[in-house]
Each structure stands twice: as C-alpha cells, then as structure tokens.
C-alpha cells in the first residue's frame, strides 16, 4: 500500500485525524477549531464576558489554538492593555499570526509556539489566564503541572 493510501486508510478508520494539528492532537487544528467556536459562540462569549476581566490588564490565551478568543480579549483589555497567546501546534500559531495580520486590535496581541507544562513567561506575568478547550488533551499526569503552570504565570490577587 503506498504512503498516500495508508493515511486515506487511517482517515476513513478515524475521521478526527482528519482536523489534528502538525502536534498530532485530535480536533485542534485552526480550522476544525473555527467551526466549533463559531457553533458555540453566543456561550463562549457568555463565559468570557463574565469572567471579570478589565481594561488595562495583561491576559494570557493558553492553548489559543485558531485564536478565536483573541479578538474578545483584547477588546476587554482594551488600549491599555495586551494580549499573550501561546499553542503547541505550531500551525495553529502560522494561522493565527495570518488572521491578526488582517485585524485591527485595540491592544497588542503577541502569538508564539509554547506549551502549557513550561509557559515561556515570568512569575506574575499576567493579570488572568484564560483557557478553552485544551485541558482535554493532557494526561492525568500533566493537568496539575499546567494548572500550576497557570497560576505561576498569574499574579497573586487577580
């Protein structure tokens, strides 16, 4: 069976495949990504308005994956504020730099490749975290080191 056979092959026996990311992740690639975020809008921008982030802030989007978060972000963060957003998937980070290059935002947003068990950030760094639809993908193992990774990159009080 030649290359391009067996992946039709692993495909057809696992459809999900079809929207991984470079990283190997199920269901993470931008696209795929897009439209779950579109399905599930009005609720995800519910919860995002809702969690009390303020003008002037420093927030970080762990685990961006499209960077659908971002323009609302940084809506809240406003002029004064800035936007942070890091993704395993190196192709996810491609998509996302191509769509900010196209926005205009109210604030800076910086994008890079990191992961979620060693944020390439200072203690203290942000104001608040915000995370969606990625903890799902780690191990049991690897859900506490990214919690504390989060709360290491957050400052005390916010």
């Given at each position: 069976?030649?290359?391009?056979?067996?992946?039709?092959?692993?495909?057809?026996?696992?459809?999900?495949?079809?929207?991984?990311?470079?990283?190997?992740?199920?269901?993470?690639?931008?696209?795929?990504?897009?439209?779950?975020?579109?399905?599930?809008?009005?609720?995800?921008?519910?919860?995002?308005?809702?969690?009390?982030?303020?003008?002037?802030?420093?927030?970080?989007?762990?685990?961006?994956?499209?960077?659908?978060?971002?323009?609302?972000l940084a809506g809240?963060?406003?002029?004064?504020?800035?936007?942070?957003?890091?993704?395993?998937?190196?192709?996810?980070?491609?998509?996302?730099?191509?769509?900010?290059?196209?926005?205009?935002?109210?604030?800076?947003?910086?994008?890079?490749?990191?992961?979620?068990?060693r944020l390439p950030?200072?203690?203290?760094?942000?104001?608040?975290?915000?995370?969606?639809?990625?903890?799902?993908?780690?191990?049991?193992?690897?859900?506490?080191?990214?919690?504390?990774e989060l709360r290491?990159?957050?400052?005390?009080?916010?």
């Amino acid at each position: 069976m030649t290359e391009g056979r067996s992946h039709l092959h692993d495909l057809a026996r696992d459809p999900r495949r079809a929207h991984a990311t470079a990283g190997g992740h199920a269901v993470s690639a931008a696209g795929w990504l897009d439209a779950h975020f579109e399905a599930c809008r009005p609720e995800y921008e519910a919860i995002l308005g809702g969690v009390g982030i303020e003008p002037g802030w420093r927030v970080l989007d762990a685990g961006c994956g499209g960077g659908n978060f971002l323009p609302r972000l940084a809506g809240l963060v406003g002029p004064t504020g800035a936007v942070a957003a890091v993704d395993l998937a190196p192709d996810n980070v491609a998509a996302v730099r191509a769509r900010l290059a196209a926005l205009a935002l109210p604030c800076p947003v910086e994008v890079g490749v990191g992961s979620l068990l060693r944020l390439p950030y200072p203690d203290a760094h942000f104001d608040a975290a915000w995370c969606a639809n990625v903890l799902m993908y780690l191990t049991d193992d690897e859900l506490p080191a990214a919690l504390a990774e989060l709360r290491r990159v957050v400052r005390l009080g916010a």
